[in-house]
């Protein structure tokens, strides 16, 4: 787990792939365009009856019954309708060492750039609203902030959250 | 497609090679005398040693060696058969098998494995070739009793393309010459003029005539690969046979012919199974049944559109579809069958351990191993069979004195039998050995608070507490089991297989558990209900009846949530409020009487839509432990229902009901 995370860091910081960047609730964010599959428009979602906000529901990509992470409870933004401009990011991530296919919601998706162009700073640790371990870094691209989340130590978190309620 | 790797080869080969050794092994352990076994035992291992060397695996080859050396006295009859030699033999056999696992790892570990060998075959009196040293182990230091001379006469003619398949006779004749000094005569009777002479062909034939007291079989081992194909007479050299015994004298003549019958007959019924049958990488298989699960999906969707539409070419291409996609789900689904004989062998080898360790005499019995379930059902049976057997035999079996004592034989037996009943497979493990002490689990769960001392109930409620995670009622722990991991561990598996398992037991008579397992776990028929606005699938199996929930229960009384089915009161589950569902519920609601074992619980839902074949989808691990799902399946339409959990569900439902009833009895104290 944690050799990939750094992967995914070094990917990042050595900045020699593009990333996909897109909208939660004014702020942009930026994912490492690699582990992204497809794009999709709005499909039916499927609720999962008392599964945690943060992944309740369930899409169907291609036959495949995907689950749908929603990175706006994370960052706790609030959660509107989706409308015309919401899109699901599927993408390939490891969790608990196994490789799985996560959807996530977007409320735009923008651009693929190169982060190449991206100067990179450590989260700073005090003066944010959110998580430090959630975020691999803030960038500015094209004048604004960008956040890269940490999307692996996001699931892995949550995944432990859910190993201790059912203990 | 990538090329074959060479060691994934190997160990391919060694797995079949390595389990007929143990069954011969095994076999061997219940019938001393049968020297076809020892054959069988003997020709795994030389077999695993050529191909071991051949591929890389030396340590494989050295190893094998040595046990082969050890094991070829065996066969030669100077060492017997015993219990002690077929446990060692099989430690032997498990070494082999984490050599090839982890080369390099574990090679030290032998040693001590080899030296009880070579002590126990060599018990007799005839010193044993030390272990390791390759060159000491040759047969030819040995001394032979029978069949034997004090010089031999070989005259051999290997078959004409034995050079295209890799055999070198120059090996041979440095391995004859290695017995003992040889004078080696070349015959070259049939070599053709040059214009018909083929340079691939071997022409010669030789003629050794060797000075050497070496068994027979040492001459034949030298040709074991070719014997089948190849012209080869072995004679006691004339000056000597006088010396050399009425034993040896009428035997050489008939015993060639003899000897090679049971190798022609393998590879005959090799070759034959070979022509019937395919290897198919399991992958592949797994592969092909997900792309046929898609279809299915796929299929149900064109069927949905082609009845909304007036297209009379739609409709038939939809009903051809349809036929085709069933006949090829059938299809796959019985490639993916397989007997479940091979998972029996494999506990042949655990009791055999067990009842040594154990110092019981067991028995094992099975019973239905043509059987067929699917693939994937058969490898995940493994472990929770594993733990029941040893329960059998730890627990359940007493010890020989104690049987005697008791009017039993002392050789208790355990009997694994499989088979078919319907759409499910019916798998139980019975022993006769003492059977379940309902006093002993009654003062356990007592002690660990999960019944009070006046609670009534019967043996058969008792046993199921065996189930109870932590609960094991072993006096004293050993390392087999009574950690209390176990049966508990056992429920979840079978019933992560959507089975379910049954107890029964007798005092002094024996116990029996019964696994009953769909024969697949891919496709699954299903009921589709609605709840809310939200859709969910029933495995049609487990559903027993639907009814429309009466008038007097849809206000939702809290905390009396039973049912009058007939005389018997059904608890149910609204789920609706399991769910917490916010859209406005029907007018008629329905309760689906869902049975897991022999409990019954019914599930209120606000609609039964129908029956709807599910492709089953595993939920990811972010929605694996909220427990009331079993798995996901798409839809007609395209979109993701949950499959509920019928077994879970029947046991959230026993305890909301246990609470009520609990409160009650407080009430009338």
């Given at each position: 787990m944690t050799e990939t995370l750094l992967e995914t860091e070094a990917v990042l910081r050595g900045a020699s792939r593009p990333a996909l960047t897109f909208a939660l609730q004014g702020e942009i964010f930026a994912i490492d365009a690699d582990t992204v599959r497809e794009i999709l428009d709005m499909p039916a979602i499927t609720r999962v009856p008392?599964?945690?906000?943060?992944a309740n529901g369930l899409i169907n990509v291609r036959g495949r019954v995907v689950p749908l992470a929603d990175l706006r409870v994370t960052f706790a933004m609030d959660r509107p309708e989706p409308d015309a401009d919401t899109r699901i990011i599927v993408i390939e991530t490891l969790l608990d060492g196994e490789e799985n296919i996560l959807g996530i919601v977007a409320d735009k998706v923008l651009d693929v750039c190169d982060l190449e162009d991206v100067a990179i700073e450590d989260?700073?640790?005090?003066?944010?609203?959110?998580?430090?371990?959630?975020?691999l870094g803030i960038g500015r691209y094209a004048g604004d902030f960008v956040i890269l989340p940490n999307i692996g130590q996001i699931f892995a978190d949550h995944l432990n959250s859910l190993n201790r309620e059912t203990n | 497609m990538s090329r074959p790797d060479p060691a994934e080869t190997f160990r391919q080969e060694a797995r079949d090679l390595l389990e007929a050794l143990e069954q011969a092994l095994l076999d061997l352990s219940e019938d001393h005398g049968d020297r076809e076994l020892v054959d069988t035992a003997f020709r795994a291992l030389h077999t695993l040693k050529g191909s071991g060397s051949m591929s890389g695996f030396d340590e494989v080859a050295a190893f094998v060696h040595d046990f082969e050396t050890a094991f070829d006295r065996v066969r030669k009859g100077l060492a017997p058969i015993s219990d002690a030699l077929v446990r060692i033999a099989l430690n032997a056999k498990d070494h082999v098998q984490l050599l090839i696992a982890e080369p390099g790892v574990h090679a030290a570990a032998g040693m001590p494995i080899l030296a009880a060998l070579h002590a126990l075959v060599a018990e007799n009196g005839v010193a044993a070739p030390p272990p390791g040293d390759a060159a000491m182990a040759r047969p030819a230091k040995t001394v032979a009793e029978d069949g034997s001379a004090s010089g031999w006469r070989v005259r051999f003619r290997l078959p004409g393309d034995a050079m295209a398949m890799g055999t070198n006779p120059l090996l041979l004749l440095e391995e004859l010459r290695d017995l003992g000094p040889c004078e080696i005569v070349a015959d070259d009777e049939a070599v053709p003029p040059l214009d018909d002479?083929?340079?691939?062909v071997i022409y010669l034939g030789w003629d050794v005539t060797l000075r050497a007291d070496v068994p027979r079989e040492a001459i034949e081992d030298v040709f074991l690969f070719l014997r089948d194909a190849m012209e080869l007479s072995i004679d006691p050299l004339a000056d000597e046979r006088a010396e050399a015994g009425s034993d040896g004298a009428d035997e050489p003549a008939d015993v060639p012919v003899e000897r090679a019958a049971p190798i022609k007959a393998a590879a005959a019924s090799a070759s034959k199974s070979g022509g019937a049958s395919l290897r198919v990488a399991a992958e592949r298989l797994d592969e092909l049944m997900d792309c046929v699960g898609e279809l299915v999906i796929a299929q149900a969707r064109l069927s949905q559109i082609a009845g909304h539409s007036q297209d009379v070419g739609l409709s038939s291409v939809a009903e051809d579809i349809e036929r085709l996609a069933a006949t090829l789900r059938d299809t796959t689904m019985s490639v993916r069958m397989v007997p479940i004989g091979s998972l029996f062998g494999r506990f042949r080898r655990l009791v055999h351990d067990l009842a040594d360790d154990l110092g019981k005499e067991v028995q094992f019995v099975t019973m239905g191993e043509e059987t067929e379930l699917d693939k994937t059902m058969v490898e995940r049976l493994a472990d929770p069979l594993v733990h029941i057997i040893r329960n059998a035999i730890d627990h359940g079996m007493e010890k020989p004195d104690k049987r005697l004592a008791d009017g039993k034989s002392t050789c208790g037996t355990v009997r694994l039998t499989a088979v078919h009943s319907g759409a499910e497979v019916a798998i139980s493990v019975s022993d006769d050995g003492a059977g379940l002490n309902a006093q002993r689990i009654r003062a356990k769960a007592e002690e660990a608070g999960l019944i009070t001392p006046e609670a009534r109930l019967s043996d058969h409620e008792l046993f199921q507490y065996i189930f109870h995670p932590g609960f094991s009622t072993a006096q004293e722990i050993t390392s087999i089991s009574g950690r209390g991991v176990g049966m508990d561990v056992v429920k979840r598996a079978i019933e992560g297989l959507r089975g379910t398992i049954e107890l029964t037991s007798k005092a002094g008579e024996g116990t029996k558990a019964t696994l009953r397992l769909p024969l697949t776990l891919a496709i699954v028929e299903g009921m589709l209900v609605r709840v809310g606005d939200g859709r969910y699938a029933i495995p049609l199996s487990a559903v027993e009846e639907c009814l429309e929930l009466p008038a007097s229960e849809v206000a939702g009384t809290s905390g009396r949530n039973f049912l009058d089915v007939r005389g018997t009161l059904v608890p149910y589950l609204r789920l609706r409020e399991m769910f917490g569902t916010d859209a406005p519920p029907d007018l008629h609601q329905k309760v689906v009487i869902v049975g897991s074992g022999d409990l019954r619980v019914g599930l209120v839902v606000d609609q039964i839509i129908g029956n709807a074949q599910t492709v089953i989808k595993s939920l990811s691990r972010l929605h694996a432990g909220i427990g009331t799902f079993s798995g996901a399946t798409i839809l007609g339409d395209g979109e993701v229902a949950l499959i509920l959990d019928v077994a879970q569900l029947v046991s959230s439902a026993e305890q909301q009901q246990r609470r009520v009833s609990g409160r009650n009895l407080g009430i009338a104290a």
């Open positions: 008392n599964a945690p906000a943060f989260a700073p640790q005090v003066g944010m609203r959110w998580h430090p371990e959630f975020l | 002479f083929d340079p691939l």
